[in-house]
């Protein structure tokens, strides 16, 4: 990136990098649905790590074979949506862009990280401080209010793995 010397191809650059984490979040929600690791499928065999792979939870990790790895690449394409719903002006992009956040989100929920959720929340607080919107606390209220809608969705219908390592009754180390 240091090498870029024109904003162009810096955004052209973001913008790949969008376009190629979406496909990853998409096998993260395959994961989801199917409680099947992607890499296991593919004929990759996942190492065991302590705290992270255990028998008694699903977490997805996508083509990573860590949820906290790939919860830690969902943040950075979180923020490069973010940065891009700054950018654009069309309506129908803006929501597409919130439908990739919303994607996002699923799969930090999904990995169960502690740590990506709150980079994630900490991200979002400083886009929301730095931007410079109309209505920006309406906005903010119903970001939040669909981080909550999606955390309580994810809790009741999927898992409450995620829930439960957020509140610290599971993944003690």
């Excluded at 496909?23 to 409680?35: D, F, K, N, R």
């Excluded at 699903?58 to 719903?85: C, E, K, N, Q």
């Excluded at 929920?109 to 929340?121: E, F, I, N, T, V």
Aim: glycine share 10%.
């Amino acid at each position: 990136i240091g090498l870029i010397d024109r904003k162009v191809f810096l955004e052209r650059m973001l913008l790949l990098l969008l376009v190629a984490y979406v496909p990853v979040g998409i096998m993260g929600l395959y994961e989801l649905a199917t409680q099947t690791h992607i890499l296991e499928l593919w004929g990759y065999p996942l190492r065991s790590v302590p705290y992270t792979l255990t028998s008694d939870e699903f977490r997805a990790v996508a083509t990573y074979g860590d949820p906290d790895m790939f919860s830690r690449s969902m943040v950075f394409a979180s923020l490069i949506a973010m940065f891009f719903l700054t950018r654009v002006r069309s309506g129908t992009v803006k929501v597409l862009l919130c439908g990739t956040l919303l994607l996002f989100f699923v799969n930090i929920l999904a990995s169960g990280s502690r740590a990506a959720l709150l980079g994630y929340l900490g991200a979002a607080t400083c886009f929301w401080y730095f931007v410079t919107a109309r209505l920006k606390w309406w906005i903010a209220g119903g970001a939040m209010g669909a981080m909550g809608v999606a955390l309580a969705a994810y809790t009741l219908i999927i898992s409450a793995t995620p829930f439960e390592r957020y509140v610290g009754e599971k993944g003690k180390a």
